[in-house]
């Protein structure tokens, strides 16, 4: 059996929606389930609710208290609070064990429903408030009590987090390891013949010890003992020492047993290992009950090759039980299997297997591949700016700052998705019709994408052809080309729109629909489609592929595309107000000596035209090969040094609005 569903009304963080419908449902995967959110997210209040109603194998006391009872935005605390375990995949044995409270879900199956209710009440004979906890089983409106040993049957393994694992598995009376050992079903019965065997054996052990005193030790005592009596006065022999080893039952014997690394100089991430190890030890040795482990924050004190090995025996262990883990690490979340992450966030649950989000197969292939700790940030943020590379990773942070919208302080993740497959990222936060089951649409969580236009300036063709003919297609000539090729009408031609200068390119692009550009009549329809241009047609084209961008990427309401005004990032800053200092970026990545830098500076500065200046900035770069990353990294540095003096400035300029739009959305300002 396995836990499927687990639903909750008004406790702690998660309130109840309208007609008693639940705070938050959330579905687990029957083996393994990794949580992950931002802080407060509601993670912790998940693993203990679970705690709450099933209990663990370790009988730690789980009270109930006044905070763990909703409080709304007025201040007002609920009175009650419930919480429901639904179990799927009963065996046959687990059938029988529980008959009496199981009850039949929409397919027939049979599947076991636990739900605790906890009330506040006034107790007037000791005159406090006091806390009423009921746990019961069964189909809703005709529950009953759930006895405490099928109680037993559901406990969970739990492991917190930031433990003393050293403590843990030291002898003494708390010995957490003798607890793990007293339970394990070769101890666990009064007739075993482990615990007779174990308990025998130790005591034999005490009377060859008592047998080896004797002479040393004992017969030597008695004659210094006989010399404290008057003699007569008592019956000396009454007073004589005796070594009498103390019969000692199983749990005692097992609390002097230490647990450790054969290597004596261990560490705590060993010692993390080690009682994780004995933990599921436990776990493993059952063959019916809830086989569920609890594990929270499991990155703490384990380095990330240790985490990797850990998920993926839970993720191979298919058969022995199910894990619910929480987690604040991204090596975790990339290494985990999407169909395993659960994404909490406004108080929901956003399950990211296949059945939940409108990611395809394809899709799922392709982030298994490319979804790494970097990128897997997406998963605690309050919102996400995707971008295609490097300059805009490196200076978002920065330009952010310029507008007083420091992403780090609102929670906003930047994710470099190193080119424009945003169509592959984007229905992760896209939700599919089951989660109405879940009483949510959609994800809210505010997503950015930030992608260049990629259509070259109107000063890029003057300079390069020396003239402004070349072949310019539009969206009214592909119909007409589409006549002449005898194409059907459905045929998708819109990717061919644009500018070519040169026939080759235009002839390439046709190759890539499966036509034979080398023909006669392709000769004759690029004469026709040739004509002179005008920085308008190029606008015109900017124009249409910013529409086309923003409906081929906002794909829900959650989603706001920002598109360059121009050809690129890059270009958009050397248009703006921070071309002063991209100029002296892009020396310094370029030139050791100043004398060179100063020339190059004032070169581009005798251009009187802004847009030629621009353009023969930016063609510096690409001419050059001066690497991106490293300019935008100057780039960075030189606004942060120069902060106070162009925040004004840039934070109305056209060129770098589309940006700080993307800011804005993700940061819900």
Same mark, same amino acid.
């Given at each position: ?17 309208? !007609? ?41 006391? $789980? ?74 089983? #069964?189909?809703? #409106? ?22 003393? @694992? ?34 025998? @054996? ?15 030790? $004992? ?114 979340? @990339? ?14 649950? &956003?399950?990211? #297997? ?49 507008? !007083? ?52 300036? +109107? ?21 007409? $080309? ?29 190759? *890539? +629909? ?27 084209? $900017? ?47 370029? +030139? ?21 200046? @621009?353009?023969?900035?930016?063609? &510096? ?15 960075? *540095? ?32």
């Amino acid at each position: 059996m396995y836990l499927s569903r687990l639903k909750i009304w008004n406790y702690r963080k998660f309130s109840q929606h309208e !007609n008693n419908t639940p705070g938050i449902i959330v579905p687990f995967h029957r083996n393994f389930n990794l949580l992950v959110g931002e802080n407060d997210s509601g993670k912790t209040a998940i693993i203990d609710a679970i705690k709450i109603v099933l209990g663990t194998t370790s009988s730690e006391s $789980i009270s109930i208290d006044e905070d763990d009872f909703f409080i709304d935005e007025n201040g007002n605390r609920s009175s009650t609070f419930s919480i429901e375990c639904l179990f799927k995949g009963l065996s046959s044995r687990e059938k029988g064990l529980f008959l009496e409270w199981l009850t039949f879900n929409e397919d027939g199956s049979l599947e076991l429903r636990v739900i605790l209710n906890a009330e506040k009440t006034y107790d007037f004979s000791k005159k406090k408030q006091i806390i009423n906890k009921t746990i019961k089983a #069964g189909t809703v #409106g005709s529950e009953k009590t759930l006895d405490n040993e099928a109680r037993i049957l559901l406990n969970t393994t739990y492991l917190k987090p930031l433990r003393d @694992a050293d403590n843990e598995l030291r002898s003494g009376r708390q010995s957490r390891f003798a607890q793990i050992l007293k339970n394990l079903e070769e101890f666990n019965q009064d007739d075993s013949e482990a615990k007779d065997r174990v308990e025998s @054996a130790f005591n034999e052990a005490n009377d060859v010890l008592e047998q080896f005193l004797k002479e040393p030790v $004992i017969d030597k005592m008695k004659e210094i003992v006989k010399d404290f009596f008057i003699e007569g006065a008592v019956d000396r022999e009454e007073y004589l020492p005796k070594a009498t080893p103390k019969k000692m039952e199983l749990l005692e014997i097992l609390r002097k047993l230490d647990l450790s690394i054969s290597e004596p100089s261990s560490g705590l991430g060993s010692s993390n290992l080690l009682f994780i190890a004995a933990e599921l030890l436990l776990l493993n040795t059952r063959d019916f009950g809830a086989n569920l482990a609890l594990i929270e924050e499991i990155e703490s004190h384990i380095h990330p090759q240790a985490q990797l090995r850990l998920i993926e025996y839970f993720t191979n262990d298919q058969e022995l039980g199910q894990y619910i883990l929480t987690t604040h690490s991204t090596v975790l979340a @990339a290494s985990t299997h999407l169909e395993h992450i659960t994404l909490l966030h406004d108080n929901k649950a &956003f399950p990211m #297997g296949e059945d939940w989000t409108k990611l395809t197969s394809e899709d799922y292939a392709f982030l298994e591949r490319f979804l790494d700790a970097t990128k897997s940030n997406l998963f605690f943020a309050t919102g996400v700016i995707l971008v295609e590379g490097d300059a805009e990773n490196l200076l978002l942070p920065t330009l952010s700052r310029a507008i !007083n919208k420091p992403l780090h302080k609102y929670g906003v993740s930047i994710v470099n998705i190193g080119s424009t497959a945003f169509n592959r990222y984007l229905p992760i936060f896209q939700r599919s019709e089951k989660n109405s089951e879940l009483n949510i649409n959609q994800l809210t969580l505010p997503v950015s994408v930030i992608t260049d236009v990629d259509i070259k300036p +109107y000063e890029y063709y003057v300079e390069e052809t020396q003239a402004q003919n070349a072949i310019v297609l539009s969206e009214e000539k592909i119909s007409s $080309i589409k006549e002449t090729l005898e194409l059907e009408d459905n045929f998708d031609f819109t990717s061919l729109i644009g500018i070519y200068d040169k026939e080759r390119d235009f002839k390439d692009k046709l190759m *890539t +629909y499966g036509i034979d550009p080398n023909t006669c009549i392709i000769n004759s329809i690029i004469e026709d489609i040739k004509q002179d241009f005008n920085e308008q047609d190029i606008q015109n084209l $900017i124009d249409r592929k910013i529409t086309k961008l923003k409906d081929k990427y906002n794909t829900s309401e959650n989603v706001y595309v920002s598109v360059s005004p121009t050809w690129s990032l890059e270009h958009c800053i050397a248009m703006s107000n921070l071309q002063p200092l991209l100029m002296e970026s892009i020396v310094q990545v370029h +030139y050791k000596s100043d004398r060179y830098r100063h020339m190059k500076i004032e070169e581009w500065n005798d251009i009187e035209d802004h847009g030629l200046r @621009a353009y023969k900035i930016y063609k &510096f770069m690409l001419d050059q090969k001066v690497s991106k990353a490293m300019v935008a990294q100057f780039l960075a *540095t030189k606004i942060n040094e120069n902060m106070s003096e162009i925040s004004s400035n840039i934070r109305d300029d056209s060129y770098l609005n589309y940006i700080f739009q993307s800011i804005y959305h993700t940061t819900n300002s």
